[in-house]
């Protein structure tokens, strides 16, 4: 899937990013590394990674929580935005991958804000729930298994506070969800998502067409 922001030109994104992006050292030297990953497609862009530092600023999040890692950018964009006491929990399956992210958030002085989970996302998850951790989390985002994506909705949705925002990635998937002839699995489940996300009025939506298309719900 594409890791800039759909339908901008090359000439416009790159305008686009030399007026707004202002991307540490460390993390450019991560995307940078993952480009040449044969699963770099998976990493999201520098401006998403920004943008979703900024709504932790604007949460003032300090407890936040990610389903899927894979080598660590998103993670490491919200770690170096939150304050020296805040917390990222982390779910991934991926030892490979997340052996890349344990080595950034270890050179950019900020693993022990994080948390790994090595397991299925939604063991983890369960379990945060039944340690008593439901309405604590500020802030959590869903970037793994499209199939999943509801399961894992339902429990960030559980896990975050009123108040709390939830980020889902993917949410325009290269503008295959608006063509009727693409009729994949994956394509139907993020369709599938994105129809009930929008009559779920337990949050309030907003659609940003970001990257690939990131979801933001505001927990009521």
């Keep these: 899937m594409p890791n800039k922001t759909l339908n901008l030109d ?90 890349i992210a344990r080595r950034y958030w270890q050179q950019a002085g900020v693993a022990d804000k994080v948390e790994l989970h090595v397991a299925p996302a939604l063991t983890t998850l369960d379990r945060l729930l039944a340690a008593g951790q439901a309405n604590t989390f500020d802030f959590a985002f869903i970037d793994a298994d499209k199939g999943n994506y509801w399961n894992y909705y339902e429990r960030a949705l559980q896990l975050v506070r009123s108040g709390g925002l939830i980020v889902v990635d993917n949410v325009l998937w290269s503008g295959q969800v608006a063509d009727p002839q693409v009729q994949d699995s994956t394509t139907i489940a993020i369709r599938t998502f994105n129809e009930k996300l929008h009559q779920d009025d337990r949050v309030t939506l907003s659609m940003v067409a970001i990257a690939d298309g990131l979801t933001l719900a505001l927990k009521r």
């Design 10 to 99: 090359d000439r416009l994104y790159q305008y686009f990013l030399s007026v707004s992006l202002r991307e540490p050292q460390i993390l450019q030297q991560l995307r940078q590394e993952t480009a040449s990953h044969p699963s770099s497609g998976m990493q999201i862009a520098p401006e998403q990674g920004q943008f979703m530092a900024l709504l932790i600023q604007l949460l003032g999040a300090r407890k936040t929580l990610e389903v899927g890692v894979f080598t660590g950018y998103s993670s490491l964009s919200v770690a170096l935005a939150l304050p020296p006491d805040g917390k990222i929990v982390a779910c991934d399956v991926s030892e490979e991958y997340t052996a």
